[in-house]
């Protein structure tokens, strides 16, 4: 189940919530009680075993297609 970042805005705690993505927009009560709250945008990372940097493939340039297509 996704996890989802939250911060009080009342006492500025940032806590998780892990619940459905079909209930991902619902609002979130933090742990001391306060309703006034906002989801954080969270970036996730990925690894992998490749020889390149991080994981990833190295870019190949030339846009969003990798300038087969001339875009």
């Known amino acids: 189940m996704p996890r989802y970042e939250f911060r ?3 006492c500025g705690d ?3 919530v892990n619940r459905s993505m079909a209930a ?3 609002p979130a009560t933090c742990p001391q009680g306060h309703a006034d ?9 990925f690894t ?4 390149s940097a991080g994981g990833a493939p190295a870019p190949t340039g030339g846009g969003c297609c ?3 297509c001339g875009c």
């Open 8 to 10: 009080c805005r009342a």
């Open 14 to 16: 940032t806590f998780e």
């Open 24 to 26: 991902a927009g619902e």
């Open 37 to 45: 709250t906002v989801k954080l945008l969270s970036a996730v990372a």
């Open 48 to 51: 992998g075993r490749g020889g």
């Open 66 to 68: 990798g300038g087969a």
